[in-house]
């Protein structure tokens, strides 16, 4: 299942770093992307207020606001949850025993746990469970009979795999006055209006259909526009979520991503007071204990193949106008490869000192060529560098060639002198890196061979 939108919570947990120095990498690739993918976010930074509700249906507003009322005196939480994810071409199921305990630190939940159900009644002796806790995750697999606890090295203890579709995203966004995460900009509600009410599990329910939108910049150029739209069915006596049913859009410039998301809740109980210990797993009789740390859980990316000194691999792409560009045409000049695509943030945000790298040279034996890769649109590279009035050259489809440099993260710069030999090769294109790469290619410019 696809973890590119994830309720979209996980863009407050990522690290406080200058866009200009991220590379998007391939843990989170999308089935386009083979040989690069989507970007890493960057705390955003709100956007400027926008208008109130279009469409306030006062009793639907009153319930709403019982409903988060409700949501931030929840001190803790039990119930059984069934989740779908559906969207991107990918769709996922999953269904566990959820108790959390919430706080008011960045990661709004202190303590967690999810004992995995089947999908339909059945044996469950052998389902996992998972719990995190004081910046570690336990996962108990009755099947190698282990317990794995992972020590996070004091990130807070948000779950790690698709699991995370358990959490209660309601409870957390309210909690924070409806943003996705403290600190982030709050969502502006364009709609609230009364639906027909419906029973579920038993329970009578109300249900609001709730149309919000959050506005962000600061990731890469542009705006980033979340808009969410739910359907709430609530508790008729408490409030409390019964079914919620959220349709995810996020939108940034022309490119947008759309993933709906269906939780219902049985047997809900708030403020029982759980014991700390169900949170901090220990191993039962008879299994045994693997301790890990987070390092030992990324992924390692293969070893870049662009080596300094080593030939660089030929190439025949065609740019925007359908002329096809080759290094051997390219003889006799120093040649900037950039590799970018239109939904990499740290891309887009190196791109104006490619055109100033470009402009510094355009009467000298030097071209400046962004290698586009991974895009839905195959004018989607040509039509953003139009929009911005970037005027180096772009070549299109590069994915094969990134894949035979095993580049594993854009932007990624390989820059090669007049005989073909690579003179630099770096992925990520942090501050400085402009003069650097100027001082490199007069160097090769002056260098006579």
């Known amino acids: 299942m696809s973890q590119s939108v994830s309720a979209l919570a996980l863009a407050a947990l990522v690290a406080l770093v200058p866009a200009s120095t991220l590379v998007a990498h391939p843990s ?67 269904k566990g025993r959820v108790t959390v305990v919430f706080s008011n630190e960045l990661f709004p939940i202190k303590a967690w746990r999810f004992d995995m159900l089947p999908e339909k009644d059945g044996d469950t002796t052998a389902m996992e ?12 697999v009755p099947a190698d009979k282990e317990l794995i606890e992972l020590d996070l090295g004091g990130m807070p203890a948000f779950p790690q795999d698709e699991s995370f579709v358990l959490l209660p995203t309601w409870y957390m966004s309210e909690r924070s006055d409806g943003s996705l995460m403290p600190g982030m900009p709050k969502p502006v509600i364009l709609s609230e209006k009364m639906g027909e009410d419906r029973a579920v599990d038993g329970v009578k329910c109300n249900v609001v259909h709730l149309v919000r939108e959050t506005k962000m910049t600061g990731m890469g150029d542009g705006e980033v526009v979340i808009r969410d739209e739910l359907v709430l069915a609530l508790g008729a006596d408490d409030a409390l979520p019964r079914h919620v049913h959220s349709k995810l859009t996020q939108k940034m410039g022309e490119e947008a991503m759309t993933q709906e998301f269906e939780t219902s809740y049985s047997d809900l109980k708030i403020n029982t007071k759980p014991a700390d210990e169900l949170f901090a797993m220990k191993a039962p009789e008879g299994f045994k204990t693997t301790a890990k740390k987070m390092e030992d859980m990324m992924p390692k990316a ?60 355009k009467d000298k034996p030097v071209a400046v060529l962004g290698v586009n890769v991974s895009e839905r649109s195959p004018t989607a590279g040509p039509d953003y560098m139009k929009s911005k009035n970037f005027t180096y050259g772009c070549l299109l489809a590069g994915e094969k060639l990134a894949e035979g440099y095993a580049i594993s993260g854009i932007p990624t710069i390989i820059v090669i002198d007049q005989k073909g030999t690579i003179l630099f090769a770096q992925s990520g294109f942090g501050p400085g890196e402009k003069e650097n790469l100027i001082k490199l290619i007069e160097s090769a410019l002056t260098t006579k061979g």
């Open 302 to 361: 293969p070893e870049m193949k662009a080596k300094v000194g080593e030939p660089a691999l030929d190439f025949a792409l065609k740019d925007a106008s359908g002329t096809e560009v080759t290094l051997a045409s390219l003889k006799g000049k120093v040649v900037v490869l950039d590799f970018w695509a239109t939904w990499c943030g740290p891309c887009k945000q190196a791109m104006p000192d490619i055109q100033a790298i470009h402009e510094h040279f």
């Open 129 to 140: 469970s998972v719990a995190g806790t004081n910046g570690k995750i336990y996962r108990l």
């Open 28 to 94: 989170q690739a999308t089935p386009a992307a083979p040989a690069a993918a989507p970007a890493a976010q960057t705390p955003a930074t709100p956007a400027a207020p926008a208008a109130a509700a279009s469409e306030s249906d006062p009793a639907a507003h009153a319930l709403l606001e019982k409903a988060r009322a409700a949501a931030k005196a929840a001190e803790d939480l039990s119930a059984v949850v069934t989740s779908k994810v559906s969207g991107e071409g990918q769709s996922a199921g999953m």
